[in-house]
């Protein structure tokens, strides 16, 4: 019978936004590298995150810091009750590296 099929339950938005909150100030090769994705994915991604209000990109010389904005719902009607701060507690351990965030 064919092959296996992989599939995971979180998508890449939410590996992007979880490897942003494990190191704001990563590049994006590095959250690419963390994630298995492509710089250019990860790039798309990030202003997809932005424009949505999730996240936002502060220039910090030749670097980026990003700052989540956790209080935001998920977009998903089935899951509009909760907020995008609920994954960020399961996936995160709040310990020093851990993004800065915005009410």
Do not use: C
């Given at each position: 019978m064919?092959?296996?099929?992989h599939w995971t ?9 979880l ?14 590298a ?5 710089s ?30 956790p209080n935001?719902?998920f977009?998903?009607?089935?899951s509009?009750?909760h907020?995008?701060?609920?994954l960020?507690?399961i ?8 993004a800065?965030?915005?009410?």
């Amino acid at each position: 019978m064919g092959g296996e099929r992989h599939w995971t339950f979180l998508t890449n938005h939410a590996h992007v936004l979880l490897a942003v909150a494990r190191a704001p100030d990563a590049r994006v090769h590095e959250i690419a590298a963390r994630v298995g994705i492509t710089s250019r994915s990860t790039l798309l991604i990030l202003q997809d995150l932005e424009d949505a209000g999730y996240l936002h990109r502060t220039r910090l010389g030749r670097r980026n810091h990003y700052t989540l904005h956790p209080n935001r719902p998920f977009r998903h009607p089935a899951s509009a009750g909760h907020d995008v701060d609920e994954l960020l507690t399961i996936f995160t351990k709040p310990a020093s590296g851990h993004a800065t965030t915005a009410s």
